[in-house]
């Protein structure tokens, strides 16, 4: 069975920096993408960034610049690196992970909150 763990949401002052960490074990398939989506109250599920299997990184317009996505060799860990926080980034952040053949999971979140 899948599990995502997630780790490393917390607290922290506007323009500080946290790093999010997610650890994918069971997995039984080839890993497509792996993935940072957030989840504001009252907003839907957005994407944050992404990473190919190939190492392509994809993020969303509002936080390139500041965030970072990157994998470990083994390739089922996965890290986001957020710079530069604000208020606005405050949210749930879920690791989610995609296979070639559209299996696809998701962690439970790991909240981040962004104040002062």
């Known amino acids: 069975q899948v599990q995502l763990v997630e780790s490393g949401g917390g607290l922290v002052q506007p323009g500080g920096s946290l790093r999010l960490s997610c650890a994918a074990s069971?997995?039984?398939?080839?890993?497509?993408?792996m993935g940072w989506y957030r989840q504001a109250p009252g907003k839907q599920r957005e994407l944050v960034a992404t990473i190919t299997s190939g190492s392509n990184t994809n993020y969303a317009d509002s936080v390139k610049g500041r965030f970072t996505i990157s994998r470990d060799n083994a390739g089922n860990t996965v890290y986001l690196q957020m710079n530069s926080l604000k208020p606005e980034d405050t949210a749930v952040y879920h690791c989610?992970?995609?296979?070639?053949?559209?299996?696809?999971?998701w962690g439970q979140g790991t909240q981040v909150t962004v104040s002062s």
């Open positions: 069971g997995v039984g398939f080839s890993i497509a993408t």
């Open positions: 989610n992970v995609r296979g070639f053949w559209g299996q696809v999971y």
